[in-house]
């Protein structure tokens, strides 16, 4: 098992753990209060089902952490300081007001405690073994417009860089998303490619930024009939650089999917989910042809 499946099945386990408690503190806060406290105080249950609301906002985060493509190190090692600090926030109670719980109280306490610690081996675990991405993926937004940004250094001279980056009949063989790329007509400024699906489904594509050597980008003709996709407006843009004894090359991609602002706002939220491993890949393989080619 890899340290980034361990450290993912730990995450997972403590959002649904965290699911479940919150639940729980939300629906029984009157019979846990006197199940847990020898005089439970009028305001306890409201303090149960808010400590339930803070379980599934914590939930939330840990799920989102754990189902990124690439887990974490960092907000892993995070999630690990918060369960050590509820293990130790439960130390405190017993330490300075455990003679106002019950024996089933405490057990309660110890008993959800032991699995926080668990959660937070499991995850530290995986965490300590997982190394940094290479190639850096990155989203934000402009105007609604959903930006993809894939940034890998190489150690490959620039030339080589540019001819692999403009070899569109090659791009298949690095993209997920792509079976197979054609250039209909055209080399440069004006070209036009016909890029095929996983499926077949198929979309066509002009060139509409050209810079020898530099930089090119292209236009997806989503306004075609049998556009396969909900996208209203697509462009990339792949370019190469110069940083010292390496090479650099960028990809940005502007994705702007159809229907009102809150579909877009869904998509731009999903989207980095799905599209973040790929784009990864691409990078890497890109960066190995590169690198052997020299």
Not at 64 to 85: E, K, P, Y
Not at 96 to 123: C, E, P, R
Not at 202 to 227: K, M, S
Request: hydrophobic share 45%.
């Amino acid at each position: 098992m890899s340290d980034q499946s361990t450290a993912r099945k730990a995450l997972l386990a403590n959002a649904s753990f965290s699911v479940l408690t919150g639940i729980a503190c939300i629906a029984a806060a009157g019979p846990f209060a006197k199940l847990m406290l020898n005089a439970p105080p009028d305001w306890m249950p409201l303090v149960l089902r808010l400590l339930g609301i803070g379980l599934l906002s914590f939930a939330l985060i840990v799920a989102s952490i754990a189902m990124n493509h690439r887990v974490s190190r960092f907000w892993t090692l995070q999630v690990v300081q918060a369960d050590l600090g509820w293990i130790a926030g439960t130390a405190a109670l017993t330490w300075f007001y455990g003679t106002h719980f019950t024996i089933s109280g405490l057990v309660i306490l110890w008993a959800v405690a032991g699995f926080v610690a668990m959660f937070a081996i499991g995850q530290y675990r995986g965490a300590k073994g997982i190394k940094p991405a290479i190639t850096d993926v990155s989203f934000s937004t402009q105007d609604g417009t959903l930006v993809a940004t894939t940034r890998r250094k190489v150690k490959a001279p620039k030339d080589v860089v540019w001819k692999i980056i403009n070899d569109h009949p090659a791009y298949a063989d690095v993209a997920d998303n792509i079976s197979k790329v054609e250039v209909i007509e055209g080399d440069s400024l004006g070209m036009q490619r016909r890029c095929y699906g996983p499926d077949g489904e198929n979309w066509t594509e002009t060139c509409d930024l050209y810079e020898e050597g530099r930089i090119y980008g292209f236009n997806v003709h989503t306004e075609a009939e049998g556009y396969p996709y909900p996208f209203d407006t697509v462009q990339g843009r792949w370019s190469v650089d110069t940083k010292g004894i390496e090479s650099e090359f960028l990809i940005e991609i502007f994705v702007k999917a159809k229907g009102n602002a809150f579909a877009r706002m869904m998509f731009n939220k999903i989207a980095p989910y799905k599209f973040s491993g790929l784009l990864e890949r691409l990078g890497d393989r890109w960066a190995e042809r590169m690198e052997s080619t020299t």
